[in-house]
């Protein structure tokens, strides 16, 4: 299973960004879709998750804000980030959790990562 996200890029204080994931691969079915974020000398926190009923979770920091969607049919998820302030900026990761092809009709848990995309954001 691949996640591969884009999207990210500089901003001014104000503005808007959209990012995308992409999931690809051995997916069999996709239950939670989400974002994390890592400042520089910060530990990786979560910013909003998607779960496959629809519910919807954001942090506190971004609620109001930012917005988090999935299409089904596409396998992705995307975040759409309004009013972007400077405490945004970060590297971006979306998470997948669900479960993949593993052969012979089964399959098998897991919880997957994409590579990170850079958020910047000026004041």
């Known amino acids: 299973v691949q996640l591969q996200a884009s999207g990210g890029g500089l901003a001014q204080a104000g503005g808007s960004l959209r990012l995308s994931c992409v999931v690809s691969g051995t997916i069999f079915r996709i239950n939670t879709m989400a974002w994390y974020r890592q400042s520089p000398g910060k530990q990786r926190e979560s910013v909003a998750f998607?779960?496959?009923?629809?519910?919807?979770n954001y942090a506190d920091s971004v609620k109001g804000r930012f917005t988090i969607s999935r299409d089904a049919i596409k396998n992705t998820v995307y975040l759409q980030m309004n009013s972007l302030k400077p405490e945004d900026t970060a590297v971006y990761y979306c998470?997948?959790?669900?479960?993949?092809?593993?052969?012979?009709?089964?399959?098998?848990?897991?919880?997957?990562w994409g590579q990170g995309t850079l958020v910047t954001v000026s004041s």
């Open positions: 998607i779960t496959s009923g629809l519910t919807t």
């Open positions: 998470n997948v959790k669900g479960w993949e092809n593993s052969g012979s009709n089964t399959q098998t848990n897991g919880n997957w």
